[in-house]
């Protein structure tokens, strides 16, 4: 049978190099027993090339079970896999098969098998090395004659890595990787599934058939599809039942589409595909730029002390921030108060106003007070150690010594 044979009997649209090269290994690896790793996006179809390889294999007339390892809760997965003995477990009314004793003969697929808990993941090695196993609850070996195909839309190997997944397992299930192409990565299939869909659709629901114009279909074949050929099958549902003009335009496509820029969060380079943009992420830059402004504040406050009090150039080189230092002192207080500040990059004195509960607060800003007080904070703070404290305040211990003396700090 030849690729474009088993596009249909399968009913795989599409004529991409990627996707045909995966239809070729499935095809290939189908006659043996060998096992199957398939990865690939969610919704890229994955259990389609699954039941490829088994109807094309000498296990076809065996039974074909596919298992969801992620829906089945850890506590009970194992009686699913590999059945249990009457009265082995709280509920165990009476002995049970499970899925390896029933499928015996046939085919199993695993899908999204990287969720499989470390303990499963154990008794799923034996099997694949001996075709042996245990039923919960009991003592005596089982032997079981099973092909065992695997899918996963993870990289397994970094679960390898983070000891999440056993790396004899990994290599066993991975005799024959099978990867299949994302959707954004067949571009010239997207619009002939969406044909495809369409047509199917209006023949569904007895409506008249979608076309859509050359621009529509720039953007369609121009979007990400995040969830692959699941996410394009069902705007097209949608497309054919919600939209009144049968010649769909770019405008009334993008209702359908969802917009992307809004999503595009940054992510770690090293994150391996496609990662959320978490709120310790989110903690971590506000960290990194709290870090950067009290550098820059330090940075100031050092200029400060080794100038003597002479803020004039310190302004002139350093508009940007004393800009926006203004700025935020201003929007914080805003809520609150009334806070009149003029800049002094703007060449005019800082004049404070600040009023709240109709009382006056008076602050002093004396370079030379903040000055001492800084000076004495970090002699405090390092005991007297001038050589410790003068590289707590960024300037020289010979600075240091020639401030405390005009200073009068001895």
């Keep these: 049978m030849d690729i474009q044979d088993i596009k249909n009997r399968f009913g795989i649209i599409g004529g991409s190099p990627l996707l045909n090269r995966a239809i070729d290994i499935a095809r290939q690896v189908s006659p043996t027993d060998m096992s199957v790793l398939i990865t690939g996006e969610s919704g890229s179809g994955k259990e389609v090339f699954s039941h490829i390889i088994h109807q094309l294999s000498t296990r076809k007339h065996g039974a074909f079970i596919a298992v969801n390892c992620g829906a089945i809760p850890e506590g009970t997965i194992d009686s699913e896999l590999f059945g249990h003995e009457k009265g082995s477990f709280t509920g165990a009314h009476e002995a049970r098969k499970g899925y390896f004793e029933v499928a015996n003969g046939g085919t199993i697929f695993l899908d999204e098998v990287a969720e499989l808990p470390l303990g499963t993941q154990a008794r799923l090695l034996r099997i694949l090395e001996s075709g042996e196993y245990l039923r919960v609850g009991s003592s005596k070996v089982q032997k079981t004659d099973v092909r065992i195909i695997a899918a996963t839309n993870v990289d397994v190997y970094n679960r390898v890595k983070s000891g999440k997944f056993r790396e004899d397992l990994y290599y066993r299930l991975n005799t024959v990787p099978l990867r299949i192409p994302a959707l954004h990565e067949r571009k010239e299939d997207i619009y002939l599934l969406f044909r495809k869909f369409s047509a199917d659709f209006s023949d569904k629901y007895r409506s008249p058939g979608i076309q859509l114009e050359p621009e529509a279909i720039q953007i369609l074949s121009n979007y990400s599809w995040p969830g692959n050929v699941r996410q394009l099958k069902n705007i097209a549902e949608q497309i054919c039942v919600l939209e009144k ?135 405090k703070k390092h005991k007297g150690k001038r050589k410790f404290a003068a590289q707590e305040l960024g300037i020289s211990e010979r600075t240091l010594y020639r401030k405390i003396k005009e200073l009068n700090l001895n």
């Design 245 to 379: 003009d049968r010649n769909v335009t770019a405008a009334a496509l993008l209702n359908y589409i969802p917009n992307e820029s809004a999503n595009n969060l940054p992510v770690a380079i090293n994150g391996g595909g496609k990662e959320d943009f978490t709120e310790r992420d989110i903690l971590y830059k506000v960290l990194f730029d709290m870090k950067k402004d009290m550098m820059e504040l330090k940075k100031l406050v050092a200029e400060i002390i080794q100038s003597g009090g002479n803020t004039a150039h310190i302004m002139a080189d350093n508009p940007h921030y004393i800009n926006q230092l203004y700025q935020d002192v201003d929007q914080t207080m805003s809520n609150d108060s009334t806070l009149t500040i003029k800049n002094p990059s703007q060449n005019s004195p800082v004049d404070y106003n600040y009023t709240q509960d109709a009382e006056e607060i008076e602050e002093s800003l004396s370079l030379i007070d903040k000055e001492s007080d800084l000076i004495k904070k970090a002699l």
